[in-house]
């Protein structure tokens, strides 16, 4: 079996896959700098067990992260069951051509997502994650990937908001009965929830004129996807595991490679 680790910024994702393509179970850690690579594989070793699967049944194991501080830890405790993930990056095989100015810099989850996407639809297309940051990646007809958005996340734009503003508290996040809010929550729903739709929509459209697209593959993941997307006026594929299965997937040609 393959184990995927997905490093982010909030969360450590972990997926599980049998044969290269079944995902057997996914599970997510919090990040944190401060927690030792024991306490990490005492987590770990803890999923596996609640999902009924031995850890030591892992026969290989895939990494990206996002985090530098945490690479070291959470590789030492993969070491702790005798695991050495691949850890992608620079002199990966992922398949992708990059047409970005400075290829090693591109954040490997946008690699990892795009590897994925490319397997679910045709290019031209556009692949959007909406994590603590919110990327929109543009990919050519040619399967080029061309370049991408960032933009503060959801989650983030609304701990900002609660921080920065005193009058406005935290609200859970839903989708707004309608645009213009007669409460504060609909209010900041409709900013942070709509808006964020509003936003990809424009992206979209923005992309598709200024690439040439006429009608391109639109996919995204994420957290918050299931919320931002049935706002959205465009057809959008959500797939949750994308990055996952992106990892997994660079695994398989690695291990081809080889």
């Known amino acids: ?26 599970a997510k850690l ?19 067990r609640m999902h009924g699967a031995d850890v030591t049944s892992i026969d ?3 990494m990206l992260s996002v985090v530098p501080a945490l690479t070291h830890t959470v590789c030492e405790a993969l070491g702790a069951f005798g695991i050495k993930p691949l850890i992608v990056g620079s002199g990966v095989k992922t398949g992708l051509c990059l047409r970005v100015d400075t290829p090693n810099l591109l954040g490997t989850d946008i690699v990892a997502d795009t590897v994925a996407a490319m397997r679910i639809a045709e290019p031209p297309m556009i692949v959007i994650d909406l994590g603590t940051a919110t990327t929109v990646t543009v990919i050519n007809e040619k399967g080029e990937l061309c ?7 959801v989650k983030l734009g609304q701990d900002a908001l609660a921080e920065k503003c005193a009058l406005l508290p935290e609200v859970s996040l839903s989708a707004p009965p309608r645009v ?33 697209f006429e009608k391109p593959s639109v996919i995204a993941t994420g957290g918050l996807a299931r919320l931002i997307v049935p706002l959205s006026e465009n ?24």
């Open 1 to 26: 079996m393959t184990l995927a680790v997905d490093i982010g910024n909030t969360s450590i994702c972990l997926g599980v896959f049998e044969c290269g393509e079944r995902l057997v179970f996914r």
């Open 30 to 48: 919090a990040s944190d700098h401060r927690k030792s690579a024991d306490e990490y594989a005492v987590l770990i070793s803890g999923v596996f």
């Open 60 to 62: 290989r194991a895939v």
């Open 147 to 153: 370049g991408c958005v960032i933009s503060p996340g």
């Open 180 to 212: 213009v809010g007669r409460n504060t929550a609909d209010s900041v729903n409709s900013g942070i929830v709509l808006g964020t739709a509003l936003m990809l929509d424009g992206f979209i459209s923005r992309i598709s004129r200024e690439m040439g």
């Open 235 to 258: 057809d959008i594929i959500v797939e949750p595991d994308l990055t996952l299965r992106g990892l997994a997937h660079i695994s398989e040609l690695n291990q081809r490679k080889k």
